[in-house]
């Protein structure tokens, strides 16, 4: 079967299995080579496809415990993030942390260590974690959390899936008053101007900024910044009398039910877009206000299959992250190149990034960008001397945004590389568990 | 969360449509209980039933297959269900059943024997209570045998017919028996198999669509979950036999 990422770039041919029953999931590791596994495919890059056989994990779907006591939570692992929502935003809970989509299962989440608007707060997903259950390339299924099996844990916790399969995990959900998001809106009139609203708003629980792309000179990194808390009850009555305390998502009605000819998303349009955005984000000012919790976290997920306005070729996400002393620096020529390029991506955000996490989680402390860009004959060249100015800021890039860095790149990036590949070796991960991705960084 | 919460019982809980069934009883605030011969792989979904809507859900070991076991299964719930789903089916191998007669019994008494006597036991002790709604799922296969798939279509003949007459039998007393034709729903079942898109339901409409016919103010005797299927198959029900016996289907 061909599969591809959510970049749709790059496709490779290769053997698709579901995993219905968790109990059949050590046999079929024990007996393929060249295997990964794959959860909703949100990855952009090439991550979750096997170099032989890719191993979806969707059939693994059951809720198996929960404490409303603790907000404990034991899921199997193909378990969509969107299903968690659906069964306990109603009831008062909240994940720990989400990323920018809510159609990601909870093994991709650990695998790729996610982070969200509130990682200078919280950390990124695998910090929540309990425990996991992981089946290993010998098939043997074991346990493991921060105090058990911790250096197998440590791998597996971003370690892209190349550990073994997740077939199962628990973590904490948090308690919270309503489904509304009290957002504030601060405007950065230059880059500078972004990450000092970022370092200000290190108490808010959630922050991000969304940089305005096409905005050259003085104005470059010109950017919103969207503070956030969850309301609380007396917030959401006093302000919305009339809305439900804790709303469930209104299913998207908006689609882009083919490949949009990758015109529509030519320069002109681009700036069009960012000028209104802009506008509009600027209009609302400093004054707080309350968001439904699927916009303000979720804002695509509004629209079905968004990744095909981007043609048929496909687009490449580009997300780096840099220490804080070279931060400006650094993203300055980034932002720079990209306007100067006239490739201005149809997104750009900025966000501040706390501690980091495991063996080989992309978050470190400084400041993390990601850029859209769709897939054409210059496209490469761009990211290549891009990715130069992030491995000399003492950078790295995101795994699973990344379709295309080079080894030099990525082992720049990675220093516990040696240390990851030891494990991989003890367990007998090399060979067995291999994707596209790791092929080709030569993990 | 009220203390007198009626309670379903899903015999098939394996199965897909079994599982959206129980969910769509919990999520409409049912407890649940659950009977499967594989009491693992039941208690996984129990589970999942459970965390999800914060429902009771139990689990009972049940084989269709064997009808001696059935009253004291029924006697050894703890409650005596106010609904009773049946979604037990096993569609075989049609060339198999041709050739190898215990398979094709075995289907025989899979969608039908089997689930036709546990369902009369429930209908005389519902009769016995007074109250007590039925429902069983059988298929559009059993409308009119084909030569690809008679034995399963026979067998969901003989349960739908069954079905008719209990409701008949039934009618007077005011309890509800409903039959459900699902057309092609995506399952376990049918996995790998080329389904139309538009006659294909996912396992969760079928289980909204039980929940409304059996439970809802305005109750259904026979749904077909796609109302499409009716046409298509009164269509192939209006065929002249002499037409219909030379059709390749
Ligand atoms: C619109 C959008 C916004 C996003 N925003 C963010 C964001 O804000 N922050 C962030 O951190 N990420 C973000 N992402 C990236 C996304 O969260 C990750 O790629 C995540 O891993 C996707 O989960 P998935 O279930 O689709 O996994 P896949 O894409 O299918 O797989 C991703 C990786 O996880 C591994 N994996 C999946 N399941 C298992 C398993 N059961 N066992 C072992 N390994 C497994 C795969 O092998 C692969 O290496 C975003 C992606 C999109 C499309
Ligand atoms: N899928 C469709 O398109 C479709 C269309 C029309 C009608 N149907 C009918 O819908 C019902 C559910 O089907 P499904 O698609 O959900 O398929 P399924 O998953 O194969 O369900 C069949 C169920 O019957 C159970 N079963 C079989 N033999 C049994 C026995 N001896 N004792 C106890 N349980 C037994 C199976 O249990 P195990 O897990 O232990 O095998 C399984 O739970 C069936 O009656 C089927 O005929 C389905």
């Known amino acids: 079967m061909l599969l591809e990422g959510w970049g749709r770039y790059p496709r490779f041919e290769s053997e698709a299995l579901g995993l219905g029953d968790p109990l059949a999931v050590p046999g079929l590791v024990a007996s393929s080579r060249g295997i990964i596994a794959r959860g909703n495919g949100r990855a952009y890059g090439d991550a979750a496809i096997g170099t032989r056989r890719t191993l979806g994990a969707l059939g693994l779907d059951r809720m198996k415990a929960f404490d409303p006591q603790s907000g404990r939570l034991t899921v199997e692992a193909g378990m969509l993030l969107s299903d968690i929502l659906a069964a306990f935003l109603p009831r008062g809970f909240f994940p720990p942390v989400v990323p920018g989509t809510k159609l990601v299962t909870v093994g991709g989440m650990i695998a790729a260590d996610v982070h969200g608007k509130n990682h200078h707060r919280d950390g990124s997903f695998g910090d929540h974690l309990e425990q996991l259950t992981l089946v290993l390339p010998s098939g043997q299924a074991v346990a493991c959390g921060p105090s058990e099996n911790a250096d197998l844990f440590r791998a597996t916790v ?226 290549d001397q891009i990715d130069r100015i992030v491995v000399a800021a003492g950078g790295r890039l995101y795994l699973a945004k990344d379709a295309r860095q080079s080894r030099q790149t990525f082992e720049a990036g990675y220093p516990t590389l040696g240390r990851f590949n030891d494990l991989r070796s003890a367990i007998g991960a090399p060979g067995h568990m291999a994707s596209h991705l790791s092929s080709r960084l030569g993990i | 969360m009220t203390e007198n919460r009626k309670t379903m019982l899903l015999i098939g809980a394996t199965s897909d449509i079994g599982r959206a069934t129980a969910m769509a009883y919990a999520e409409a605030g049912w407890q649940v209980l659950l009977a499967a011969r594989n009491v693992q792989s039941a208690q996984r979904n129990a589970d999942d039933i459970a965390t999800r809507t914060g429902a009771g859900v139990g689990v009972h070991a049940l084989d269709i297959l064997h009808s001696d076991a059935m009253p004291g299964f029924v006697d050894g719930l703890p409650v005596l269900p106010d609904t009773v789903v049946c979604v037990v089916g096993e569609m075989g191998d049609q060339e198999r059943a041709q050739v190898e007669f215990d398979h094709a019994a075995m289907v025989f008494r899979t969608n039908f ?96 669509a039980i929940l409304a016919a059996a439970e809802g103010k305005r109750g259904r005797d026979v749904i077909y979950v796609r109302p499409v299927w009716r046409g298509v198959m009164s269509v192939i029900g209006a065929i002249p036999e002499p037409i219909f016996k030379k059709l390749k289907l």
Request: proline residues 6%.
């Open chain 1, 158 to 383: 971003g370690g892209m899936g190349l550990t073994g399969i997740i077939t199962g995990a628990t973590f904490r959900m948090k308690p919270v008053e309503t489904g509304w998001i009290r957002q504030r809106t601060i405007v950065a009139k230059d880059l500078a101007g972004a990450l000092k609203a970022l370092d200000d708003s290190d108490a808010a629980t959630y922050s991000v900024a969304w940089i305005d792309c096409v905005a050259r000179g003085a104005g470059l990194g010109r950017s919103l910044i969207f503070a956030g808390e969850h309301a609380t009850r007396q917030e959401v009555s006093s302000e919305r009398p009339d809305a439900p305390l804790l709303p469930l998502a209104s299913p998207g009605r908006l689609g882009v039910p083919f490949d949009l000819p990758a015109m529509t998303l030519n320069k002109a349009s681009v700036a069009a877009f960012n000028e209104l955005y802009f506008r509009r984000g600027a209009r609302n000012g400093d004054k707080p206000f309350l968001t439904h919790w699927h916009p303000y976290f979720f804002p695509l997920d509004g629209v079905d299959r968004w990744n095909r306005i981007y043609g048929r070729r496909g687009f490449l996400q580009h997300q780096c992250v840099v220490p804080p002393a070279t931060a400006h620096a650094a993203l300055a020529e980034i932002l720079d190149r990209i306007t100067r390029s006239g490739k201005a991506s149809f997104l750009a955000v900025l966000k501040k990034m706390g501690a980091g996490g495991s063996l080989m989680s992309f978050p470190m402390p400084g400041y993390t960008l990601a850029l859209d860009l769709r897939v054409t004959d210059e496209t490469f060249a761009l990211l």
């Open chain 2, 113 to 208: 024997e089997g689930p036709s006597l546990l369902l009369g036991h429930f209908a005389n002790r519902f009769l016995a209570r007074g109250s007590g709604s039925i429902v069983g799922v059988s298929s559009v296969a059993g409308d009119r045998g084909r030569g690809t798939n008679y034995i399963y279509g026979a067998a969901k003949a003989g349960f739908t017919a069954f079905l008719s007459g209990l409701r008949n039998r039934l009618a007077p007393s005011g309890l509800r028996v409903v039959t459900v034709k699902p057309g092609f729903v995506r399952t376990r079942m049918t996995a790998g198999m080329k389904l139309p898109g538009l006659l294909t339901a996912e396992p969760a409409e079928v289980g909204a």
